[in-house]
């Protein structure tokens, strides 16, 4: 059974590409299944001169998948009624991604606390949601907030590729706190 923001919806069987009808599924726990395999919850930072701690935080979650397999983001959107589904250039795959903190805190959170994942994915998990809940909140805006939320997206998912440094943007910081005081 389906839980959306409307309350319960049941899923009905249906035909699968071989003509066979699949049965009733489960589709929350399917999904936290799917995304613990093929899920990546991700906080970026990209330098801005219009926000006051010279930084943009940007919590994002997405899913990506071959086109020839892609149904399975089309149903995630539709469930969940937020995020957009677009191709992703570095490896010719779909992605289905939802960055709006409205949409991370009412929907995407939610979920995963409801239908948690199996994997040490749900420590990442952990992790990102306290970043969406300190963002939701402004806590990214102040610079024990702003560098609480860097130390934790920079505990998750170790092994990715990032395209700043936690020092870096740590140190920028500092360095732009002596230039105003001077």
Request: aromatic fraction near 8%.
């Given at each position: 059974m389906l839980v959306s923001q409307r309350g319960p919806v049941k899923l009905a069987n249906r035909r699968s590409q071989t003509g066979a009808d699949t049965p009733?599924?489960?589709?929350?726990?399917?999904?936290?299944?799917?995304?613990?395999g093929e899920g990546c919850f991700c906080?970026?930072?990209?330098?801005s001169h219009r926000h006051r701690l010279r930084w943009e935080v940007r919590p994002s979650f997405s899913v990506s998948q071959n086109l020839d397999r892609s149904e399975v983001l089309y149903l995630i959107q539709d469930a969940w009624?937020?995020?957009?589904?677009?191709?992703?250039?570095?490896?010719?795959t779909l992605k289905y991604e939802v960055r709006s903190i409205e949409a991370l805190t009412t929907t995407v959170v939610p979920h995963f606390r409801r239908f948690p994942l199996m994997s040490a994915k749900q420590a990442d998990f952990e992790k990102f949601a306290e970043v969406c809940g300190a963002v939701n909140?402004?806590?990214?805006?102040?610079?024990?907030?702003?560098e609480r939320i860097v130390r934790l997206a920079f505990e998750m998912n170790p092994s990715g590729k990032r395209k700043y440094p936690s020092g870096?943007?740590?140190?920028?910081?500092?360095?732009?706190?002596?230039e105003v005081c001077a």
């Amino acid at each position: 059974m389906l839980v959306s923001q409307r309350g319960p919806v049941k899923l009905a069987n249906r035909r699968s590409q071989t003509g066979a009808d699949t049965p009733l599924v489960d589709l929350n726990s399917y999904i936290s299944g799917y995304v613990d395999g093929e899920g990546c919850f991700c906080v970026s930072f990209q330098p801005s001169h219009r926000h006051r701690l010279r930084w943009e935080v940007r919590p994002s979650f997405s899913v990506s998948q071959n086109l020839d397999r892609s149904e399975v983001l089309y149903l995630i959107q539709d469930a969940w009624k937020c995020g957009s589904i677009r191709p992703d250039r570095s490896d010719k795959t779909l992605k289905y991604e939802v960055r709006s903190i409205e949409a991370l805190t009412t929907t995407v959170v939610p979920h995963f606390r409801r239908f948690p994942l199996m994997s040490a994915k749900q420590a990442d998990f952990e992790k990102f949601a306290e970043v969406c809940g300190a963002v939701n909140v402004g806590k990214h805006l102040t610079p024990e907030g702003f560098e609480r939320i860097v130390r934790l997206a920079f505990e998750m998912n170790p092994s990715g590729k990032r395209k700043y440094p936690s020092g870096q943007i740590l140190n920028s910081r500092r360095l732009h706190r002596r230039e105003v005081c001077a």
